[in-house]
């Protein structure tokens, strides 16, 4: 003790910055370590988190749905008209799923509701964007989250009856998961644009294009999803923001697959020449797989896993294994990104979309460290990149072994959100994600990082923290 | 002065180490740098290097022939057979390439012997291995390196008449370079396997597979190498020993061209099968496009830029932009690397092929930072990977602002050997290589890392210091 007075002092202050101010004005130095109180600060959540953190329910919950997770064993198994997929969009019901929690039209978000417009002409149930805009308006047209029918659809996330989507199983637990086509960049539906070559476009995809993937998905040789992600995670990809090489590899599979059929030459080139010209070609896929490995460990009374966070481009929601069918919302964040020209944050939506479910499997911006290149897209550097992924480690059930990450000497990707965690250490998880104009009709303009809200983690574990409560 | 001599000492040493004796045997600290003498402690040779060194002949032909590398602009033309694309082979003459510098029959390494004895029988001038081998061993079939006729070929680096070979073109020298079709993994003739499986290969490649490719590669809509390649540096290649993203790549495109086609299908799909299913299918591709690059720099007289780097399974042997066609030649170094199950380094011949022109072009070992996940082939760790490129940076001319490494913050890759820096800091260009068995008819047996002898440089410098006494 002696030597400890006798020598300068630095000391590394692990609590509020308050407590080192003496040390400090006593011409001592000081390291502050990035601290924060726990819960937002918030003394009775903190003391409600405080006592989750220990409860042996949650904990034995946990692993048993984070098992879920990494035993699902996600294969393409098919594409089909949404309506034949989903009972909510069958027999000539006139509902439109869209991305993130339950949101009614009037308020909606600029491009989701130019999706839904364009989606409306697309079905035929309107002739012109204004007319579409209002019977969006009336009662006429129903709207709900495409998670609520096992379904997930990037930025605006628009699902009507006659778009066909993809169908993921899960060779575990035989559940299904959907999404949509990727339409590719610039004006697309996703983006909110509606103008009729974005309508001609999805016309397209569920006539030609769509004959010629669903000849080609049920000609597979291989339709296992999980191998294909982990080797374009070591291919540059994160399998959100970025699908260069998953979207390659999983062209390889459909041409070989088309190979072995009779089908129109014409048409088989038309639909391989748009996969191969859309780098995100892939993205919906790894969106439903994401979706069915969540869906897996979803439901386990108890847990804090997060298996859902999604974006309505106004409020961002998320729900946990443990705590059913609630959502857990906050206002969505904006998107600090790179746009393009002529583009500032003063133009764009909020956070939008369900691609975030990719984060939620540990993927996209989880997995930032396999793909340094990423940061063209989305900004910063590939240091960034590889400290995302590390820090994601913090508030995460593990680490995936099947999706393993060069940059982090193949360690698995950070992967299983406790919501305790978020709420404990104030580490948000990270999500890469496209930017939309805020109007509707214009489509996107720019690509960039954002952050889950604080608030739904605190609702999440505050709900959580009520159904132990009332258990046995 | 007085504080220095009263403070515990810490020194860091930039010498031999003997000069840090005295301080470690008076009780202070040394950190002794990596360092030797220059020159390989040779002193006549140092003493010309450091004559070199200021040379400004040298540093004017450098920058001379280095933008020449930097402007090359590799493009696919076309797939012919060995005996049209190179006079050397053609009019019925017994000649076959081989990797490496110059060598005998009786001479060669177990694989490229192998290999020389499969591609006899593949010609059909004899009809056994056996009388294959004898007919090696008399004069009436001539050895020349692939080199020689702007060729290269990975491993053995066999290329006879029959044989096709991809033809890529300089855009801006019109210079052509040539090499063979990659067989793929595992027995095959590169490794120096001759078994009647190797040899009907062979046959199906120069047959079926060269129509097919001939065709495709002649509608081909995109033909520029360059861009591919900078773009699979960015999906996890180093397009050396993995070629996973631009063999996709090149997939992607040839798919595309065939699609305009009318070829027979069943033909086609074997084909593309072929394809898909060999991921160092662009490998030989890489390495003709490194040929003319390389060789666009190369006649620049007095310069010291390394044009060629080339084994024979014996010697190492390189060749300077400025000292024309002399080969610089020393012992092949062994290769430190990860064997198959069954095998180790006392079965490995020493380091072989033609393959590390990718490395003189600034790909392969020096862009391993692209390829993390390359150790998983050759060895080391992630950081490793990234820690060669970087130390390549001190033997080259430069960074190639067309092959960026997003793990060096988009850094260019290092690239343009110069001899006197090599024979200067001592550092050995690094090479990511294929490891074949010692005996001819076995094949690969693993994959590593190995370093040019830097007797080569010793060699070279010399030599180009003679040059430079003997001009005006």
New interface residues.
């Given amino acids: 003790m002696k030597a400890l007075f006798s020598q300068p002092l630095h000391v590394v202050n692990a609590g509020l910055r308050g407590f080192a101010d003496n040390i400090t004005s006593a011409g001592g130095t000081v390291t502050n370590l990035d601290w924060q109180p726990p819960a937002g600060a918030d003394a009775a959540l903190g003391w409600q988190l405080a006592n989750l953190l220990r409860d042996p329910r949650i904990e034995e919950a946990n692993r048993t749905a984070y098992a879920r997770y990494l035993a699902a064993q996600p294969r393409l198994f098919d594409v089909i008209l949404a309506r034949d997929a989903m009972p909510g969009l069958g027999g000539g019901q006139r509902r439109i799923l869209h991305s993130g929690p339950p949101i009614a039209w009037a308020d909606m978000c600029g491009p989701q509701q130019g999706a839904i417009a364009g989606a409306i002409v697309y079905e035929g149930w309107a002739d012109t964007i204004e007319a579409a805009e209002a019977l969006a308006a009336s009662d006429a047209v129903a709207f709900d989250p495409c998670h609520h029918h096992s379904a997930v659809g990037p930025m605006a996330g628009i699902i009507s009856p006659s778009m066909p989507v993809w169908v993921v199983e899960d060779g575990e637990t035989g559940k299904y998961a959907f999404s949509n086509l990727n339409e590719g960049l610039g004006k697309v539906l996703r983006f909110g644009a509606n103008s009729p070559e974005v309508i001609d476009r999805l016309r397209w995809l569920s006539g030609e294009f769509f004959a010629v993937m669903q000849a080609a998905v049920r000609g597979l040789e291989d339709r296992n999803l999980k191998p294909l992600m982990a ?1 374009a995670l ?4 994160e399998v959100h923001n970025r699908n ?2 998953a979207s ?2 999983m ?2 599979r459909l ?2 697959s088309l ?2 059929l009779e089908l129109d ?1 014409a048409m ?2 038309r639909a ?2 748009f996969v ?1 010209a859309n780098d995100h070609f892939f993205l919906n896929i790894s969106m439903a797989a994401s979706k069915v490995m969540m869906d897996a460990a979803h439901g386990e009374p108890h847990s804090s896993l997060v298996t859902v966070m999604a974006r309505n481009g106004v409020n961002f929601g998320i729900r946990l294994s443990g705590t059913g069918e609630m959502w857990f919302q906050a206002p969505a964040n904006p998107v600090n990104g790179l746009y393009f020209p002529g583009y500032s944050i003063a133009d764009a939506a909020a956070d939008l979309g369900d691609s975030a479910i990719t984060e939620t499997a540990g993927l996209g911006g989880f997995a930032m460290a396999a793909s ?2 990423i ?2 897209f989305v900004g910063g ?3 960034d990149a590889v400290a995302n992924s590390r820090r994601m480690l913090n508030i995460t059930l593990g680490a995936n072994p099947a999706f393993t990450l ?2 982090l ?2 360690g698995g990707t950070p992967a299983g959100i406790d919501a305790r965690a978020v709420l404990d250490t104030g580490i948000l998880p990270v999500i890469n994600t496209g930017i939309a104009h805020r109007k509707a009709g214009v489509g996107q303009i720019g690509a960039g990082i954002t952050t889950a809200p604080l608030e739904c983690f605190a609702g999440a574990v505050a709900a959580l923290a009520g159904t132990l409560e009332a258990a046995p």
Wanted: aromatic share 6%; glycine share 6%.
């Fill in positions: 080797q070591h291919m540059g990809d260069a090489a390659c590899l062209f390889k041409v070989l190979g072995r030459r088989v080139n391989l020449a191969a340094p290149a940061v063209q550097t590939p240091a060069p940059a000497n193949f």
